[in-house]
C-alpha cells in the first residue's frame, strides 16, 4: 500500500484536481446563466442554454491543457527543473501522453453536450420565431431588433430562416462545423488500429488541430448566445416586466423599457493563446523529425505501463 501511494499518489491528486476543476467550471458556469441577465434568453432556450455554456466553459479549460503534454520543450524543461527535487514527480512526465488521452476524451465528452444542447436552442429559436403569436412571449422576444447590428435576441432573424441557413451563415455556424469535422477526424485516426497499422494517417490527421484551434478561437466572434445588457437591467426589470410585455416601450406610462440584448466578448482565445505559442516555440525549437519521435509514444506502449 506504501508502495503504491508512494508510485501513484500524485497521479491520483493530479487527476483528482483536474477532474474537481470540471467539474466546479460546469456548476459555475451552468448556475451563472440562471442569473437575472438571461432571464429572457432562458424564456428561449429553458435550460437547454446552461447545457450549452456550462461545457463550452469546461472546452475552454481542457482545450488549455491539451498541448501542454505534448510540447517537447515544455517537458524537457520540466523534467530538468524538477528532477533535483523529486523523482516521483519526475516520473509524473512520462505519462503526459496518457494524461493527453485522458483531456482529449474529456474534450469529445464536452463538445458532444455543448453540441446537443445547441442543436436544442436552435429549434427553440425556430419554434420561437414560427410561433407569429403577439401575446407569446417568446415571439414578442423573437420580433426585438432588427438589421445586423441591432439588439436582437432570436438570432433567427425571420420565419422564412431555418437552422441549416443560420448554421453554415454565421461565425459560430461555420466554425462550429469546422471545429466538429476536425475533432472526429482526429479522434478517429487515434484509434490502435489505426495508430499501429497507419501511423502517418494518425500523425498527419493530427495536425488538424491547428483547424480546430483556430475555429476555437473564432467561435464566439459572432456573438449569437446573447443576454440582457446591464444598463437595460435599469429599464427592464425581468421578474417585474416579464408578465407586462404588452407595455413595454408605450407612452401610458409604462416603467417598463423595451429590453436591449448584446452578447459577451469571446473568450476561448484567451485560454488557447498561451498553449498554442508554447507549440509554435516546440516548432521553431527542435526539427520536424524530432517532434516526431514524441508522437511515436502512441504508437508504442506508453511509458507508463511498464512503471
Not at 105 to 127: G, Q, S
Not at 160 to 168: A, R
Not at 212 to 233: E, K, N, P, W
Request: proline share 4%.
Amino acid at each position: 500500500m506504501g508502495n503504491f501511494a508512494a508510485n501513484e499518489g500524485l497521479s491520483i491528486f493530479v487527476i483528482l484536481v483536474w477532474l474537481g476543476i470540471n467539474a466546479f467550471l460546469f456548476v459555475h458556469f451552468y448556475m451563472a446563466f440562471l442569473l437575472e441577465r438571461w432571464f429572457y434568453t432562458r424564456v428561449l432556450l429553458g435550460h437547454a442554454l446552461s447545457w450549452a455554456r456550462a461545457p463550452a466553459a469546461c472546452l475552454n479549460f481542457n482545450c488549455m491543457l491539451i498541448l501542454l503534454p505534448v510540447c517537447r520543450n515544455l517537458l524537457s524543461f520540466l523534467r530538468g527543473t524538477i528532477q533535483c527535487c523529486s523523482r516521483t514527480a519526475a516520473r509524473q512526465l512520462d505519462r503526459n501522453i496518457t494524461f493527453h488521452k485522458m483531456v482529449a476524451y474529456m474534450i469529445a465528452f464536452h463538445t458532444a453536450v455543448h453540441i446537443i444542447a445547441h442543436l436544442f436552442n436552435f429549434e427553440y429559436f425556430m419554434d420561437a420565431q414560427q410561433n407569429r403569436n403577439s401575446s407569446f412571449l417568446p415571439f414578442v422576444l423573437s420580433e426585438i431588433g432588427s438589421g445586423d447590428n441591432a439588439s436582437f435576441l432570436n438570432p433567427i432573424r425571420t420565419n422564412d430562416t431555418n437552422p441549416t441557413f443560420v448554421l453554415f451563415t454565421t461565425i459560430a455556424g461555420v466554425t462550429g462545423v469546422a471545429i466538429t469535422l476536425a475533432l472526429i477526424l482526429i479522434i478517429t485516426s487515434s484509434m490502435e488500429v489505426i495508430r499501429r497499422s497507419y501511423f502517418e494517417v494518425f500523425w498527419y490527421t493530427h495536425h488538424l488541430f491547428i483547424i480546430f484551434f483556430i475555429g476555437l478561437a473564432f467561435h464566439g466572434a459572432g456573438r449569437i448566445v446573447r443576454g440582457q445588457t446591464f444598463d437595460s437591467l435599469k429599464t427592464n426589470e425581468p421578474e417585474e416586466c416579464s408578465s407586462r410585455f404588452e407595455e413595454w416601450g408605450s407612452d401610458n406610462g409604462s416603467t417598463c423599457a423595451v429590453p436591449r440584448f448584446a452578447g459577451n466578448p469571446p473568450q476561448t482565445w484567451k485560454w488557447v493563446l498561451g498553449p498554442m505559442i508554447l507549440q509554435l516555440w516546440l516548432w521553431s525549437g527542435v526539427e520536424r523529425e524530432e517532434e516526431k519521435l514524441l508522437w511515436t509514444c502512441f504508437r508504442d506502449e506508453s511509458p507508463d505501463k511498464n512503471q
